[in-house]
């Protein structure tokens, strides 16, 4: 690296701030300076790089289209530095683990087994954020995320926790005995899907299914999903490792089972995991073996 061809870490920090905040008199509070240090800073950054980053032609500035991609670069990487610094010194140590989840693996996976965490682990915090919205994984904010899919999310780490192939379900009351072959067969049923995953939907597409066909479909919070297809109100399409007791106990019908190489996965930023996500994520794992 050129060390020598950056510009001045105080230019780069008043920068980052405002854009952070919008405010020069809020970056200069956030780095305790006036707010004619941090205009002086930033316009010494622009005549460092030989590029405006600021549009100072409206009533209030803004960034240019450059001034958004150095901002990008750096909210990400003093993001990253912060988290070492804060991981090596044990400084966030108190700050609550955050955990991003779809609802289905909360309520059939994680919520049964997290007892013995917290058994194990009293003095740490949780925050369980049970959504199927794909959520960022920014310093101070989400630490771990359990994902279904191949295990591609890019600028992410991401470890195979559970691999579960997609299958589909229904009450026998709902199906019966009859032969079920083809995806063909359940057109005249109703269907039942996880709101904003797409599981669902992937196995629709790889299939040739219209699930607006027919009888229509119903997307709800997976929990409620899975006591709707024991009550035999439609077909669901779901990761097998949720609805396995249903099938050994005869509460659900197996119809279909993908075998694609898929499952759930541990999800982190790159860096030194701060001591409560390194116990999670050491609890995570033995978790998994035994199941």
């Not at 297809?229 to 659900?252: K, M, N, S, T, Y």
């Amino acid at each position: 690296m050129n060390w020598s061809a950056l510009p001045p870490l105080a230019s780069l920090r008043a920068f980052a701030a405002y854009a952070q905040t919008r405010s020069v008199s809020s970056a200069g509070g956030a780095l305790n300076v006036s707010h004619a240090a941090i205009s002086q800073q930033m316009r010494a950054l622009e005549t460092h790089l030989g590029v405006a980053l600021l549009d100072r032609s409206g009533r209030k500035l803004s960034l240019t289209p450059e001034g958004e991609t150095l901002a990008r670069s750096l909210t990400e990487a003093f993001g990253d530095i912060a988290q070492t610094v804060e991981a090596l010194t044990g400084a966030d140590a108190s700050r609550p683990l955050q955990i991003s989840v779809t609802p289905t693996f909360a309520a059939a996976w994680l919520m049964p087994r997290l007892t013995a965490f917290r058994e194990a682990h009293p003095d740490i915090n949780l925050m369980i954020d049970p959504t199927a919205k794909v959520q960022s994984l920014e310093p101070g904010g989400i630490d771990v995320a359990l994902r279904y899919g191949d295990g591609t999310w890019p600028g992410l780490l991401a470890e195979p926790l559970i691999r579960s192939p997609i299958v589909v379900v229904a009450a026998p009351d709902l199906v019966g005995n009859r032969p079920i072959t083809s995806p063909s067969d359940l057109r005249d049923y109703h269907w039942l899907q996880e709101l904003g995953t797409n599981e669902a939907t992937d196995w629709f597409a790889q299939n040739g299914v219209d699930r607006d066909a027919g009888r229509g479909f119903t997307a709800m919070p997976g929990n409620m999903m899975l006591e709707a297809a024991r009550a035999g109100q439609g077909i669901a399409v779901v990761a097998g490792v949720f609805v396995e007791p249903d099938i050994r106990a005869g509460r659900l019908r197996k119809l279909f089972e993908d075998n694609k190489e898929k499952g759930y996965h541990i999800v982190t930023r790159p860096g030194i995991p701060r001591p409560p996500l390194k116990a999670f994520l050491s609890w995570l794992r033995r978790e998994a073996r035994k199941s």
